[in-house]
């Protein structure tokens, strides 16, 4: 039990990510001193730095700049959520950014058409639309994957595309379409601020940050402390067992997918109930907000945990990205790091394994001083009887020792599997 | 009949590159690895090509359909070099391939538009639209096929059909082939036969770089707009 309690506050699983990200940001280091290498010591700075001392203005406080970086985390955060609640149920959401937009349709739509609710709660029912859209457009998937095992990746991706000119097309149809700006119309509901623009003033935080982050821990409890939860990751690991073991492997391939749409679609309602002005712009394009998903989900490992870092992480990069753009650099440089960060934490297998390799020769060089008993000891953990028998060891060591090679062989096993 | 010939040829230019595409992502899930990054390769390949025939086109040093087969090669040698790094990270590191295909597609339009900054100071690099051939001596004359595949034509579509060919003779009729498909599909039996399954994997997804940058110059340099990139 105790062992149990201690891995769950182990740092192990996050460091690779964090060497990753070491990496990527000495490679955007490098490419700006490349690039111009005269401002390069106020470009770093800058980056490094602006976000947290405001952008916009060098006069501004500190808490806006902070203000600013939760506003652009919102989209980051929910997108990655439904990425990555899909990943860990074994499903690709590759079409978060179709999602975003029906969601975003839908609250524009619902904000600008209700007008028989008082103002001050349309947004909620607002953003239950828009979370409702998602939730329908990505069940198109996961019901064509359940019952016809038609691959999510390549029915996401299409009705990312349905999705945009639907709504294109719509904006026209039900009059919500400012011509003049080739973009829907301003929308003047949103959510509240919860006192968070007293807190970080003249910024562009909205309350949408802190229903985020809940719908992030509950997410995490959904997913690590409900008997619904286990299903969905079962099946993610392994969709045969799982039925074999009685779980309704369709219904759950289903509801991974319906909420993965729910959080993405939430993201749409969210960042356009902003109040800071956002509107659709009529163009053939894709968000990118649900490509910037996946990288967050990827760099979270895939925890709604890991998720809320993840996104603080790349919001805190985009604003330092703003920020060196005034210096006359390219903004790509951002996506550049991102690039090198996922292609790094990539390998996170080969970094976890060389830790491995190090955790072991640590434990074995230890377990050979003492007899065959602890030997056994070192290598059966759970067994109660075996760490009692192992009770004249240094037991703090030895106990994250073993946690860590538990730790990093399940991690690995995870990955095989997923 | 002329209009309908007219369709077919604007089909054939958007058809060409999606093929070719299709080819290399072919190559590489057969050996076994999922090339997810086809689009940044792209990119890339349609990136260093453009440059190179951009500068050509300035300098006056080469140019006519000679220029083009340069820049069809130089974009397959990007598309091989850029497509390594995912092989690297695939078959020698463990990666999850998901993730750096991921990680390779953010990579690309950005170091992409950011070059393309640095170098030319825009964002999209001019590209004058030289390389439409009006009517192929002898073949136009052809009736029915002569307008449909010899008239307004271009040489990738034929180089495009051609790989088409090869590729299918490769992989059904050749070892090589043969081993590749069997890498993919069943390594521990390619790997007891004394075939390395890494080399095969490996060239599998080079072939698929390859392909994939081609792909990206042949989409690029004869997209409508005649300026491409972003």
């Known amino acids: ?418 | 009949m002329v209009r309908i010939a007219d369709v077919f040829q604007s089909v054939l230019t958007y058809a060409i590159p999606l093929m070719v595409v299709a080819l290399a992502g072919m190559f590489s899930e057969r050996s076994g690895v999922i090339n997810i990054s086809l689009e940044g390769t792209m990119i890339m390949g349609a990136f260093t090509g453009i440059l190179f025939i951009h500068t050509m086109q300035r300098t006056d040093l080469m140019s006519g359909h000679l220029l083009l087969l340069t820049g069809l090669l130089i974009s397959m040698v990007t598309g091989i070099l850029y497509s390594s790094l995912h092989a690297i990270a695939a078959i020698n590191m463990f990666a999850d391939q998901t993730i750096s295909g991921t990680a390779l597609n953010i990579f690309a339009p950005a170091f992409a538009v950011f070059v393309a900054r640095s170098i030319i100071g825009v964002q999209q690099i001019p590209l004058g639209n030289v390389f439409r051939i009006a009517k192929v001596p002898v073949l136009a004359e052809i009736p029915i096929l002569g307008p449909l595949f010899f008239e307004n034509a271009y040489l990738t579509t034929y180089i495009g059909i051609a790989i088409l060919i090869i590729s299918q003779i490769v992989l059904s009729k050749t070892r090589f082939g043969l081993r590749l498909k069997s890498a993919g599909e069943y390594p521990q039996a390619t790997d007891a036969a004394g075939v390395s399954v890494v080399k095969m994997r490996y060239a599998g997804v080079l072939i698929s770089g390859a392909l994939a940058g081609l792909g990206g110059l042949i989409l690029s340099c004869r997209s409508p707009p005649n300026s491409v990139l972003m």
């Open chain 1, 1 to 418: 039990m105790n062992n149990l309690k201690r891995k769950r506050f182990s740092l192990t699983p996050a460091l690779p990510s964090l060497i990753s990200i070491l990496i990527g940001l000495l490679a955007g280091i490098i490419v700006i001193v490349i690039a111009d290498s005269s401002k390069a010591l106020l470009a770093v700075r800058n980056l490094l730095l602006g976000p947290l001392y405001g952008i916009y203005n060098p006069n501004q406080s500190s808490l806006t700049g902070i203000g600013n970086m939760l506003f652009f985390m919102i989209p980051l955060l929910m997108t990655g959520l439904s990425v990555g609640f899909a990943f860990k149920t074994g499903l690709f959401n590759i079409g978060a950014s179709g999602q975003f937009m029906a969601g975003s349709y839908v609250a524009i739509l619902l904000a600008r058409k209700l007008t028989g609710i008082p103002n001050s709660w349309r947004w909620l029912v607002a953003l239950a639309g828009a979370a409702l859209a998602g939730m329908l457009l990505a069940s198109i998937a996961g019901i064509l994957k359940a019952f016809r095992n038609v691959n999510e990746v390549i029915t996401s991706i299409m009705l990312n595309y349905t999705s945009m000119y639907l709504v294109n097309h719509l904006i026209r149809a039900t009059g919500l379409y400012d011509p003049l700006k080739n973009r829907t119309l301003p929308v003047q509901t949103e959510i509240p601020k919860f006192g968070l623009d007293k807190l970080f003033p003249k910024s562009f935080v909205s309350g949408g940050i802190l229903i985020a982050i809940v719908i992030a821990i509950i997410c995490y409890v959904l997913l690590y402390k409900t008997t619904f939860g286990f299903e969905l990751r079962a099946v993610g690991l392994n969709r045969h067992a799982s039925r074999y073991a009685g779980i309704n492997e369709k219904r759950s391939i289903i509801m991974s997918m319906a909420l993965a749409g729910l959080f993405a679609g939430m993201a749409g309602g969210m960042i356009h109930l902003a109040g800071v002005g956002r509107a659709i712009q009529v163009r053939d394009v894709l968000p990118p907000e649900g490509f910037d998903g996946i990288a967050v989900a990827l760099l979270g490992l895939n925890h709604p945990l890991g998720i809320i870092f993840a996104s603080l992480f790349m919001a805190y990069l985009k604003v330092g990205g703003q920020t060196i753009q005034t210096l006359g650099f390219a903004p790509e440089i951002i996506n550049m790091m991102i690039g090198i960060i996922l292609y790094v934490s990539a390998m996170a297998v080969l970094i976890r394994k060389l830790l491995s390799i190090r955790a072991k020769k640590q434990s074995e060089t230890k377990a050979l001083g003492n007899s065959d008993g602890e030997l056994y000891a070192v290598h059966d953990p759970p067994d109660p009887g075996a760490t009692a028998a192992a009770e004249k060891l240094p037991p703090e060591s030895e106990d994250s020792t073993n946690m860590a090679i538990s730790a990093v062989q399940e991690e690995i096993e995870e990955d095989k599997h997923g």
